[in-house]
């Protein structure tokens, strides 16, 4: 099966949330308004570092139409948020270590008395060294940030002597990669609607990828317990990670409880790029070396993550990256050690591939190099050095074994762009001379879930209400990634149900289970997993009680559209309107009223993890491959994607539509991770303040063809079903544009995203020594 834009099937499906969204009637969260409504704004630093000697607020408060002016003095609780190491202040007390630090916020009658309630605030600084440089910042000469110093985390893993490891290699090649600050880039932008309730209560209507995790950190800030905050967090107009931590919440809340009025704040363009996460900009060393029949040898690997102020997962995104730089590969000996270093930078976090897309380009590109110095072709090199089936993961850890590698590799060179590169026609000098093509391709094992030593629940529940409906219950959120769409096909495909029989709930703490985070690629696959605990258990409950109320064997029952059937009958359900020839025995909401009280069934438990000690390490992967194919013009430095292969192993494929989409999806942002992102910073200032100099691809860059190719065949022993590929179509790519670059003009990239200039100067060198050299 190839998916791609002209294919369509049987299991194409309109969305659910599909045409509120073309349509525009689709509301978000930050849409929504309330009566008595108060705006929320928040004063930011204008520094990257300072201490803060004096904050006063007389003259804000004074204004007219404003409720509320608060600092760190109104914080009851834990004036400190984040997810896994809670060290980013609420407010600030005494110093600012970025410009998006937060040092007061109002609430007023409306966004100008606001804004001008912001500009009469008076905050006294005194400046101090700013710390830019990861490398510098773990030196004695710099500033400390934090009172533990500048380091947020190291890791690393060893196998072997490297250093003896080098002294048997033919050939060796080092390296230094560096990949740029990438921004979001989400439609909607952070925000939400804090509302106190006359019980007491604070709902939230905030997007966030984990509601439970945010109601836990509002409950420490506010210092009430969780039980007094819902969190509304679905849907979301886009997040990718972003939207993983705290941002404005802790402020809505606060505003909220303390004028006892429904507060709204919601982020300028400005604001989120000020304030919101980013890629961690990291500098990959790498120096790895190869026997002379291509064998690898020794792997040494030295990484400096930019975490920037404060931690959110900065020590866990270096764990990723610490894995995957040693990735789908076999070496006898391995060194790698990894730094996630504060700074006053902006804020690095959660980003969709969480430390891999940084991995793979540096790992990918040195395969290239080792390939031209042994003139081999470079996916055979690849093919030489790749893990077996039967071998364990990157730290050594048992995996759940796959054919995966192989599968995803044979059907990249099996394709017909991979093809395409050896036939005369790749070679043809074009019309145009100054215009160059080239293919290349990279490959990786990608894991999913957050990783042993890390909570990382999953469940749900499935219930037959009072109406008849067919709820499907989950902890988890729709940021437009189609997983409402992905739980409805399940429940069609897997029981039998119509769409019109079923009732999706998500994203409410006062309903849902948790579910986990939906993030690190999990949440279709642990959603797959609960309905394969949960239909035993809700076949038993409601097939038994339908028995009992038709007086036949629950054995000879089954789930159909609109209702109960015979089991050797065929779909459709007169009562319901649902089409077909069977006898539907008793609709749903017949059945409900029959048995007088709603039916539930419920599961709970953990992401599958791996036998090891190695904290972060995976257990489930998802292999990817890709080819690509650019045009590189000679004239403009300019580089154009024209076609996209990509082969994905991720075992049975849940949403043929989704599927496509996530890949798709993935590879834009790895398309402006490659040629065109970066959230550029000097001084600890932001230079790039909002999208007419942040440059995302647009549908220019997309013109180009994307075929992708999943791979559904999993071993007969395994059950853990469907793999996560939410994340992989933004990691392999833009390796594979830099091989295809090189194949194009003989330019070598290091740096992304890739710069056109560079390029240009680069590749007259390489012209001028190829003419000396009389080729």
């Known amino acids: 099966m190839l998916l791609n834009r002209e294919g369509s099937g049987d299991r194409w499906r309109v969305r659910p949330d599909g045409p509120g969204k073309v349509t525009g009637k689709l509301a978000y969260l930050t849409d929504m308004t309330a009566p008595d409504m108060l705006i929320g704004r928040v004063l930011r630093s204008p520094h990257a570092h300072a201490r803060i000697t004096a904050i006063r607020i007389e003259q804000a408060a004074a204004l007219e139409g404003v409720h509320a002016v608060i600092t760190h003095k109104d914080v009851p609780g834990l004036n400190r948020f984040g997810i896994a190491h809670p060290d980013q202040p609420v407010l600030c007390e005494d110093r600012v270590r970025y410009v998006g630090d937060a040092v007061a916020a109002v609430a007023a009658d409306t966004l100008e008395i606001a804004e001008q309630a912001i500009r009469l605030i008076e905050v006294e600084y005194e400046l101090l060294p700013i710390v830019e440089d990861a490398e510098y910042a773990l030196t004695d000469e710099a500033p400390r940030l934090h009172p533990q110093g500048n380091l947020l985390h190291r890791n690393g893993f060893q196998r072997g002597d490297v250093a003896a490891g080098f002294e048997s290699c033919a050939h060796v090649v080092e390296e230094t990669y560096y990949t740029p600050r990438q921004m979001h880039t ?30 836990m950190q509002l409950a420490r800030i506010l210092a009430i317990p969780q039980s007094e905050i819902r969190i509304v967090s679905s849907p979301i107009g886009g997040s990718f990670g972003g939207k993983d931590e705290l941002n404005v919440q802790p402020y809505g809340a606060l505003l909220a409880r303390i004028t006892n009025r429904p507060v ?70 391995l060194d790698v050690e ?11 976090g959660e980003f969709r591939g969480f430390g891999g897309n940084q991995a793979i380009f540096a790992l990918e590109g040195q395969f290239d190099r080792l390939a031209e110095k042994l003139g081999m072709d470079p996916w055979e090199l690849r093919l030489r050095n790749m893990r077996r089936t039967e071998d364990p993961g990157p730290f050594d850890q048992p995996i759940a074994m796959t054919e995966g590698a192989k599968q995803v590799s044979a059907a990249m060179t099996s394709s017909s762009l991979w093809q395409e590169r050896c036939s005369p026609a790749a070679k043809a000098v074009p019309d145009e001379p100054w215009i160059r093509t080239g293919i290349g391709a990279a490959f990786t094992m990608h894991g999913a879930g957050l990783g042993f030593g890390i909570p990382d629940p999953a469940g749900g529940r499935l219930t037959l209400a009072a109406d008849g409906k067919i709820e499907a219950v989950f902890g988890y959120e729709e940021f437009g990634q189609g997983l409402i769409a992905s739980l409805e096909q399940m429940l069609i495909e897997q ?10 709930i998500i994203g409410d703490t006062d309903v849902v289970p948790d579910s986990g985070s939906t993030t690190a690629s999990r949440a279709t696959s642990m959603m797959w997993k609960s309905l394969q605990n949960l239909r035993p258990l809700f076949e038993e409950a409601i097939l038994g009680k339908a028995a009992d109320i038709l007086q036949l064997p629950a054995s000879r029952l089954r789930f159909g559209e609109g209702g109960i059937y015979a089991i050797e009958a065929s779909p459709g359900c007169p009562e319901s309107g649902h089409s077909g020839h069977a006898q539907c025995l008793m609709t749903y909401p017949a059945l409900a009223a ?26 489930l992967y998802t292999y990817s491959a890709v080819a690509v194919k650019v045009e590189v013009n000679q004239l403009t430095g300019r580089v154009r994607v024209l076609h996209q292969y990509h082969a994905v192993a991720a075992g049975p494929v849940i949403n043929p539509q989704g599927f496509l989409g996530q890949i798709e999806g993935g590879s834009s942002m790895a398309i402006g991770f490659a040629l065109t992102e970066d959230a550029v910073m000097s001084g600890g200032q932001y230079l790039t303040k909002n999208l007419d100099t942040y440059l995302v ?3 220019a860059e997309h013109r180009g063809t ?3 190719h999943p791979i559904e065949e999993l071993p007969e022993e395994d059950h853990f079903g469907p793999r996560g590929i939410g994340e992989v179509g933004s990691v392999t790519l833009a390796p594979a544009i830099a091989a295809a670059i090189y194949d ?9 995203p890739i710069d056109s200039e560079l390029l240009l100067a680069q590749s007259f060198e390489s012209f001028l020594d190829k003419a000396v050299s009389g080729e």
């Open 594 to 619: 029959a048995i007088g009280e709603p039916i539930t069934s419920t599961t709970q438990f953990h992401f599958p993890t791996s036998a090891t000690e190695k904290v972060g390490a995976h257990f």
């Open 264 to 333: 709204k704040l919601h982020n300028s363009r400005w604001e989120s790029v000020r304030a919101g996460l980013k890629r961690h900009p990291m500098k990959i060393t790498m120096k790895t070396g190869v026997d002379g029949d291509g064998r690898l040898m020794a792997h040494q690997v030295r990484i400096i993550a930019d975490t920037g102020p404060y931690a959110t997962l900065g020590a866990e995104v270096l764990n990723f990256a610490v894995e995957h730089v040693i990735g789908p590969y076999r070496y006898e000996h």
């Open 706 to 708: 994307i075929d992708v």
């Open 338 to 348: 990894g730094f996630s270093v504060y700074t006053n930078n902006g804020m690095s």
């Open 186 to 215: 989400y439609m909607e932008t952070e925000g939400g609607l804090f509302i106190p309730g006359e019980d007491g209560r604070l709902t939230v209507y905030s997007p966030t990828q984990h509601g439970f995790m945010d109601r």
């Open 697 to 699: 691809p647009t549908i």
């Open 744 to 752: 194009a003009i003989g330019v070598r990239v290091t740096k992304l």
């Open 495 to 504: 029981f039998g149900f119509a769409a019109e029989d079923i009732r999706i």
